[in-house]
């Protein structure tokens, strides 16, 4: 008898490319997790409508409502989670900070990509710094989320060269397809039970890595 699917709250700030690639990976009934859920701190963010028209429940937070009181919109947002029976938290591209009472409920279950090879270039504005630094290699990094920024445990990053005359842009573009691709991996990895976490780093167990995936 197969395992029951993970349910996967996706939160989302904007467009949200890497919750279609979420949704569109789980759409096998063989993957080990469901997106039963889209969250959005922005009521213009372009992803609810996708979210929507996949059949998928969404709810916006406005955290413009809470003014400065973080936890007053985090326990809104768990009440949220917890009401739609929610197992596993996915960011793509949520541009809130957590305070550590939040982060403490989902510890070990809640992922973030972040479009650099962490550690380096925390924070935003990652390809512009990239380049400025010159860097020959770049990527995305999927890892779990810590209290502080950026600096969970990581679980896997894809790579791409730097190449000459790029851009932001077209780094970018080439990074976004390197998120694509490993963060529905990563997921499916912690729904079925394939991450251990020790000593502060995460490892990957009974799997294949494919190609071009870094993993610690």
């Excluded at 996915?90 to 305070?99: I, K, Q, S, V, Y």
């Excluded at 479009?115 to 990652?126: I, N, S, V």
């Excluded at 390197?178 to 780093?201: C, F, M, N, Q, T």
Aim: with cysteine; aromatic share 6%.
């Amino acid at each position: 008898m197969p395992m029951p699917r993970k349910r996967v709250s996706v939160l989302i700030s904007g467009r949200g490319s890497n919750m279609v690639a979420l949704v569109e990976a789980a759409k096998d009934k063989n993957y080990p997790a469901e997106i039963v859920l889209v969250v959005s701190n922005r009521p213009d963010a372009a992803g609810i409508a996708y979210a929507r028209k996949s059949g998928i429940a969404t709810t916006i937070i406005d955290h413009t409502g809470y003014g400065k009181d973080r936890e007053a919109f985090e326990r809104a947002l768990q009440a949220v989670l917890e009401s739609s029976g929610v197992e596993i938290v996915c960011l793509a591209g949520f541009m809130r900070l957590f305070t550590p009472w939040f982060v403490t409920r989902w510890q070990g279950r809640m992922l973030n990509i972040h479009p650099a090879l962490l550690p380096a270039f925390k924070g935003l504005d990652t390809h512009a710094r990239a380049l400025a630094a010159g860097a020959k290699t770049h990527g995305a990094t999927v890892h779990l989320v810590s209290a502080d920024m950026d600096a969970g445990p990581i679980v896997c990053q894809g790579a791409v060269p730097v190449l000459e005359g790029d851009t932001a842009e077209t780094l970018a573009a080439r990074v976004l397809t390197v998120e694509h691709r490993i963060y529905p991996l990563a997921l499916k990895w912690l729904a079925e039970g394939s991450l251990r976490v020790a000593d502060g780093r995460c490892s990957v167990q009974g799997v294949t890595i494919p190609a071009g995936m870094i993993v610690p």
